[in-house]
């Protein structure tokens, strides 16, 4: 399953971007999508789940209430609705294919996406 993460680019604080995870084959629902990032010198970290039927999401809390994750298993696409950004959230994002449960190990995730740049700054 090779997973295309696009929708990054440069945004001012405050403004909103909308990331998007996708993939060709009709595979997508099989599993759940996790977004993750990694800005320059930090780990990667864990940004926001949605289960492979999309009964259940998850959000790192330094996103709650500004992330949202969506899916459409019909265009095969998985959403990353992100408003009020803030510098900090500057880095690279990859969506990763894995578990149905929305695990918390990033190890545990099958396929990734080669990742999209978001640069929030002024």
């Known amino acids: 399953v090779q997973l295309q993460a696009s929708g990054g680019g440069l945004v001012q604080p405050g403004g909103s971007l909308k990331l998007s995870c996708a993939t060709s084959?009709?595979?997508?629902?099989?599993?759940?999508i996790k977004w993750f990032r990694q800005a320059p010198g930090k780990e990667r970290e864990g940004v926001s789940c949605?289960?492979?039927?999309?009964?259940?999401?998850t959000y790192a809390d330094s996103v709650k209430g500004r992330f949202t994750i969506s899916r459409s298993n019909m265009k095969n696409t998985v959403y990353l609705q992100m408003d009020n950004l803030k510098p900090e959230d500057t880095a690279v994002y990859y969506c990763?294919?894995?578990?149905?449960?929305?695990?918390?190990?990033?190890?545990?995730?099958?396929?990734w996406g080669q990742g999209t740049l978001v640069t929030v700054s002024s």
């Open positions: 084959r009709a595979t997508l629902n099989r599993f759940a």
């Open positions: 990763a294919a894995g578990p149905s449960y929305c695990p918390e190990n990033a190890e545990t995730y099958y396929y």
């Open positions: 949605i289960r492979s039927t999309g009964s259940l999401t």
